[in-house]
């Protein structure tokens, strides 16, 4: 595995030879907010350092800022101080990305500051430094303090008209903390840390929106506590049609949650909404169904449409990215751009990506562990967005909320059209690679905040470890929900694959053991990868597909195909799914097909179904890749029909 990541990069160099990132750059490239205020600051340059915004508060302030480069990560800091020889300076992120967040604290107000935001390479660690820079954080005239100025403890209403309210310390509340109702205020977090539901049995916020007007939640940190109840959330506005509010804007926010179901921004029947310059972050592992109502990073129920989601990192999760689905026929103005999404897709059904109709999707970075982009409705405009991704099996009910969850061995999606809806989408000017690994067993070790990489969900200590079962009193497990997950326990024994659990008990070939530290992990399976996969079933959808790079890569020289669940070892360019609704009407078709750049290093076309829809397939080029190899095949075209390969083969370019 480690010989395959070293090649590859001297691969990507090749591959990106076509890919236009000066262009993606161009295009949109300006960082706009619909209520930008005087605190403030947006700036665009031709550096290292792009879509600068900083907001500031009293006594913090948020910096923001991506690389010149979408297909580039690096990690970074920012240094700052009271005199240009700093003395202060944020932590190292932990992890390469394209987007960087840094909140600066204990600020003085009326002092002025300057910092300097600084990357690092993550190859050779060479650092790139910014110009020079300074803010100046100022009292707020008129702003209400909490909790000083208010009575009581958490829940705060904040129900004053035209106020704004700012945080003076760390708090902590057993259910919500915040209520905010005023409208046309502000709630500002001044770079403190709110923790929520620490000790409930019911469902809480962080923030819970009700404003029937214009507000803003900025620049702090939300945090869920330890219990409370499914489908909590950091920010929320709720689907209460006397509650739903217009024109929210969330900005500079940092989340983490992690108790089961709860979102970390959840925002239903909403219009008006614009979420930016956020690093929203979950380390939720289990939901109560991966159908309805799933559970994402940011789930948005637009009804009323003006949306604007961009600027965000979003991180970790267990199933969806970004999700917008509409709940009225005039949802209009949705637009999801500039995001950098590294979610973890832990259950079958879930995306990075997943706009729903009519939206403008572009110059967004996704680098996820999961399938990349769900395309379902109508309209959807996809262009200049890098999507380099990896995958692995997934957890399924089937039916809908069964227990225990299925283990499920499903194909990779980088760009998935799906349904009778998916049409009148146009995808262009996208690089799409999906690169599958071979399985990974770390053998328990490493953090569980790392378990992308070494797949290690639980690090504790058992109370008892008996003849056939390792007991921890401290947890409140679902039934099996660790069935056919591994433990290590004693590092000079083998792993023990879990037959089932109880609440606070696995159960296993275990054997009498001293109580010690102990580790629950799952060994990475990776599936099948389909850059470009087509399930779009309306014979006239006239879907347009153009000017793109399509890359699936196995690691398998000897590939195998299997049944649903159990995918196989193969990869493909371009994937048909059940292609076979009839023909389209004339002068029509349900998609288009032309002018971009597929590679892969074993199937160029896959279909299920022989193909018997309108699918033009035309001046593409389809290129065989060699290192670090080809797999052996005779065909590189499987299952299209004969009629439809060999249109296939004298309407494109073919180099293997």
Same mark, same amino acid.
């Given at each position: 595995m480690k010989k395959l990541r070293f090649i590859l990069p001297v691969l990507s160099l090749f591959i990106l030879g076509g890919f236009s990132v000066s262009k993606m750059n161009k295009k949109s490239g300006e960082c706009s907010s619909s209520s930008v205020q005087k605190n403030t600051a947006v700036d665009q340059d031709d550096g290292f350092f792009q879509r600068r915004w900083n907001y500031v508060s009293e006594t913090s302030a948020v910096i923001y800022w991506q690389l010149n480069d979408i297909s580039k990560s690096a990690n970074s800091f920012v240094e700052y101080g009271k005199t240009k020889d700093f003395g202060n300076r944020t932590a190292v992120t932990k992890k390469p990305r394209w987007a960087h967040f840094h909140r600066l604290t204990g600020l003085d107000p009326g002092s002025n500051y300057y910092y300097r935001m600084v990357e690092i390479n993550p190859t050779d660690g060479k650092r790139t430094k910014s110009e020079l820079l300074q803010l100046t954080p100022r009292r707020i005239s008129g702003a209400v303090y909490i909790p000083q100025d208010l009575k009581g403890e958490p829940p705060y209403l904040l129900d004053k008209d035209d106020t704004y309210y700012v945080l003076t310390q760390d708090i902590k509340a057993d259910g919500s903390a915040f209520i905010l109702k005023g409208s046309r205020s502000t709630l500002d977090l001044d770079g403190h840390t709110v923790i929520f539901g620490d000790d409930t049995a019911e469902q809480v916020y962080g923030v819970r929106i009700i404003s029937r007007d214009s507000c803003k939640v900025a620049n702090g940190r939300i945090v869920q506590g330890a219990r409370s109840y499914d489908y909590s959330a950091a920010v929320a506005s709720l689907d209460r049609t006397f509650e739903r509010p217009a024109a929210t804007e969330i900005c500079g926010i940092s989340t983490d949650v992690h108790l089961r179901d709860t979102w970390p921004m959840n925002f239903t029947h909403i219009e008006q909404l614009e979420v930016h310059h956020n690093d929203i972050y979950s380390r939720v592992t289990e939901i109560e169904c991966r159908h309805y109502p799933g559970n994402a990073l940011l789930r948005i129920y637009a009804y009323g449409g003006n949306i604007h989601l961009h600027d965000n990192l979003l991180t970790e999760g267990c199933q969806w990215g970004i999700v917008v689905k509409a709940l009225s026929r005039t949802i209009e103005n949705v637009e999801v751009d500039h995001n950098d999404i590294q979610h973890h897709q832990q259950y079958v059904n879930g995306y990075a990506l997943s706009p729903g109709s009519g939206a403008i999707?572009?110059?967004?970075?996704?680098?996820?562990?999961?399938?990349?982009?769900?395309?379902?409705?109508?309209?959807?405009?996809?262009?200049?967005?890098?999507?380099?991704?990896?995958?692995?099996?997934?957890?399924?009910?089937?039916?809908?909320?069964?227990?225990?969850?299925?283990?499920?061995?499903?194909?990779?999606?980088?760009?998935?059209?799906?349904?009778?809806?998916?049409?009148?989408?146009?995808?262009?000017?996208?690089?799409?690679?999906?690169?599958?690994?071979? @399985? %990974?067993?770390?053998? +328990?070790?490493?953090?569980?905040?790392?378990?992308? /990489?070494? $797949? *290690?969900?639980?690090? #504790?200590?058992?109370?008892?470890?008996?003849?056939?079962?390792?007991?921890?009193?401290?947890?409140?497990?679902?039934?099996?929900?660790?069935?056919?997950?591994?433990?290590?326990?004693?590092?000079?024994?083998? @792993? %023990?694959?879990?037959? +089932?659990?109880?609440?606070?008990?696995?159960?296993? /070939?275990? $054997? *009498?053991?001293?109580? #010690?530290?102990?580790?629950?992990?799952?060994?990475?399976?990776?599936?099948?990868?389909?850059?470009?996969?087509?399930?779009?079933?309306?014979?006239?959808?006239?879907?347009?597909?153009?000017?793109?790079?399509?890359?699936?890569?196995?690691?398998?020289?000897?590939?195998?195909?299997?049944?649903?669940?159990?995918?196989?070892?193969?990869?493909?360019?371009?994937?048909?799914?059940?292609?076979?609704?009839?023909?389209?009407?004339?002068?029509?078709?349900?998609?288009?097909?032309?002018?971009?750049?597929f590679f892969s290093n074993d199937l160029f076309i896959n279909s299920y179904t022989e193909i018997n829809m309108n699918i033009k397939l035309e001046d593409n080029t389809f290129t065989l890749l060699t290192n670090p190899f080809a797999t052996e095949r005779e065909d590189r075209i499987r299952m299209v029909g004969d009629e439809y390969e060999a249109k296939a083969r004298k309407a494109n370019k073919f180099i293997e």
């Open positions: 999707v572009h110059h967004n970075r996704v680098t996820s562990t999961g399938r990349g982009v769900h395309l379902t409705g109508e309209n959807t405009e996809f262009y200049n967005n890098y999507v380099d991704i990896q995958g692995h099996q997934h957890l399924s009910d089937l039916p809908a909320r069964t227990r225990p969850f299925h283990h499920r061995l499903i194909e990779l999606h980088g760009v998935k059209f799906e349904g009778r809806s998916a049409k009148y989408c146009k995808i262009y000017n996208n690089f799409v690679r999906i690169t599958q690994w071979q @399985p %990974v067993d770390s053998g +328990g070790k490493g953090d569980p905040a790392d378990k992308v /990489d070494n $797949g *290690v969900y639980i690090r #504790s200590n058992a109370t008892s470890v008996e003849e056939g079962k390792l007991v921890d009193t401290k947890q409140n497990w679902e039934k099996d929900r660790w069935r056919f997950y591994y433990v290590k326990y004693d590092p000079n024994k083998p @792993p %023990v694959k879990i037959t +089932g659990n109880d609440a606070t008990t696995l159960y296993g /070939d275990f $054997g *009498v053991e001293p109580s #010690s530290e102990y580790t629950i992990y799952m060994k990475w399976s990776y599936v099948a990868p389909t850059p470009l996969n087509l399930a779009c079933y309306d014979p006239n959808g006239m879907n347009e597909i153009y000017n793109n790079t399509f890359i699936g890569i196995t690691t398998y020289k000897k590939t195998r195909h299997g049944e649903y669940g159990d995918s196989g070892e193969w990869a493909t360019a371009v994937m048909f799914v059940m292609m076979n609704k009839g023909a389209a009407d004339p002068g029509k078709y349900s998609a288009y097909l032309h002018d971009n750049q």
